[in-house]
């Protein structure tokens, strides 16, 4: 008999557990939804500022990122006020042909997504008997996503001097999230991972789409990895973390370049409770929040539970770090062409590519559309420089917008596999470089000024980083190596230059087409 009270007991107990953690992250989430005061309208998002949904840290205050840096004696300052800055950039831009976006087609686009998005916001609300007063959401033509899309162009995803920008990384700081769902690539997955896959899926990397109350768009990525840890060197490069802290610092290296390639990326304490638990709709990414040993509110990637290859992520208890990446538009109005880099690499445990091991590759790939264009080939290098100086291997596609032909910028999208490792430089993802022998005089003359004491570039970004508010973002040996890596790019320009001549190295203009054929003899 005793032991039969036992068992009863422990069954108690175990129906007990399982009925609090039902309460606690499906009943009482819609109970607090219910119960939760009614907010300002959306134009007031201030007000609901000023009364946080949870506790944040205290956080010195800094202002948005401006293009034209910090106060007086700043060497971002006067890095942005130099020439190589304000020269005028070509080809000139002439007409809607050289902007992404038509503003009217733009605009009438995102007033139906607004207003289907009203639409299954109230049925799901009566879905769950819910009651609200909150008014639907409105498109505001001067919201810092809607500028930021009708802003890009053929020169770069924003102006130099773009102040919306610094509004769009302010926005996506501070305001409310009103939905939380898994990327397109984690839902096409639905949970199913093929574990004996060497390279899993992108969409198993623990990413979440996150939409605010401006009806603006951000991935976010939670931090996997500690600022002072170092990539294990025995870690291939396809199964390295994704650093949320990477995003960030190569937005602010591409903006440095000039290259201005990566979309506006901000750092985040995210409440994963209030700001992604309670607001999605996908019964899923609910089911996989759990309180661990250490009362921390965690959730994961239904994939990397079953295969073991990635874990959870925890917040503080509910305050998490992460990095939040402007969406670009959508591919309806703006189409995108994903191709394959020529350098792409083997992505297995053994076995090397073709560029690995013939150093007159960069002959072939001159000889094959699209790459055969002047312009694609020294984006690509421009591309190959940017990762060099991260450190990131991970680079096997890259992205163009259709309607800027061959010769468009190349996007620096997925970037968190860079700042892995500071004491290793990776030469080979020079190759581009080292192979064809080719640079933009702009990119040459942009990394000159960065090597010289007034303007070096660890000096800059150590600046530029502590406008975030994660500051600092990267660790004091990540920013020396950033000087090492250019000085490694220099000497690789240098020893073409010797080699073939400046003027074949050296390509004046964005496509280069006034300098001669220049592969390597």
Not at 304 to 320: D, S
Request: aromatic share 8%.
């Amino acid at each position: 008999m005793p032991g039969l009270r036992r068992d009863r007991l422990l069954t108690l107990l175990l129906l007990g557990a399982l009925l609090a953690a039902d309460l606690y992250f499906h009943l009482g989430p819609r109970v607090r939804r219910r119960l939760r005061p009614r907010e300002r309208p959306p134009g007031c998002p201030c007000a609901r500022r000023a009364a946080p949904s949870a506790p944040r840290p205290a956080a010195r205050h800094v202002p948005p990122a401006e293009p034209d840096g910090g106060g007086p004696g700043s060497k971002l300052r006067a890095l942005f006020a130099h020439p190589l800055y304000n020269e005028p950039e070509e080809p000139p831009l002439l007409g809607p042909e050289d902007s992404l976006l038509a503003g009217p087609e733009a605009l009438r686009y995102y007033r139906r997504k607004v207003a289907r998005w009203n639409r299954r916001h109230k049925i799901y609300k009566e879905q769950l008997n819910l009651t609200s007063l909150d008014p639907p959401l409105q498109l505001r033509l001067e919201t810092s996503w809607v500028q930021f899309h009708l802003g890009i162009s053929r020169h770069g995803l924003y102006s130099r001097s773009s102040p919306v920008v610094s509004k769009l990384l302010h926005d996506m700081r501070h305001l409310p999230t009103i939905s939380a769902d898994y990327s397109q690539d984690e839902k096409a997955l639905l949970g199913a991972c093929d574990c004996t896959q060497i390279v899993k899926p992108s969409g198993v990397h623990l990413k979440l789409v996150l939409r605010f109350s401006d009806f603006g768009k951000a991935m976010f990525k939670p931090m996997r990895q500690l600022r002072d840890e170092e990539t294990p060197e025995d870690f291939f490069y396809f199964i390295d973390f994704q650093r949320h802290n990477a995003e960030i610092a190569a937005f602010h290296l591409d903006r440095i370049l000039d290259f201005r390639r990566v979309p506006p990326t901000v750092g985040r304490l995210v409440n994963v409770t209030k700001e992604i638990l309670e607001v999605t709709k996908n019964e899923i990414l609910q089911s996989v929040f759990f309180i661990s040993p250490a009362s921390n509110v965690c959730f994961f990637a239904k994939c990397p539970y079953l295969c073991k290859t990635e874990y959870a992520v925890c917040g503080n208890p509910h305050l998490l770090e992460g990095s939040l990446s402007a969406f670009l538009p959508s591919l309806n109005l703006a189409p995108r062409l994903s191709v394959p880099s020529p350098w792409i690499r083997s992505y297995s445990l053994a076995g090397k590519e073709e560029w690995e091991v013939n150093p007159l590759y960069c002959d072939t790939v001159k000889q094959v559309y699209p790459h055969s264009s002047s312009g694609r080939l020294l984006n690509i290098i421009d591309m190959a420089i940017f990762d060099f100086l991260t450190g990131n291997m991970d680079r096997h596609h890259y992205e163009t917008f259709s309607k800027f032909g061959d010769d468009g910028f190349l996007i620096h999208l997925d970037n968190a596999r860079g700042f892995g490792r500071h004491s290793h430089d990776e030469i080979s993802i020079l190759s581009p470089l080292s192979q064809c022998c080719r640079i933009k005089r702009k990119t040459l003359s942009h990394l000159q000024l960065l090597a010289r004491a007034d303007y070096r570039l660890s000096d800059v970004m150590r600046e530029s980083l502590l406008q975030d508010q994660l500051s600092p973002v990267l660790t004091e040996p990540h920013l020396l190596a950033l000087d090492r890596r250019l000085q490694t790019v220099l000497r690789t320009v240098r020893g073409c230059i010797e080699a073939h001549g400046e003027h074949s190295v050296v390509a004046n203009g964005p496509t280069g087409q006034s300098a001669p054929d220049s592969g390597p003899s």
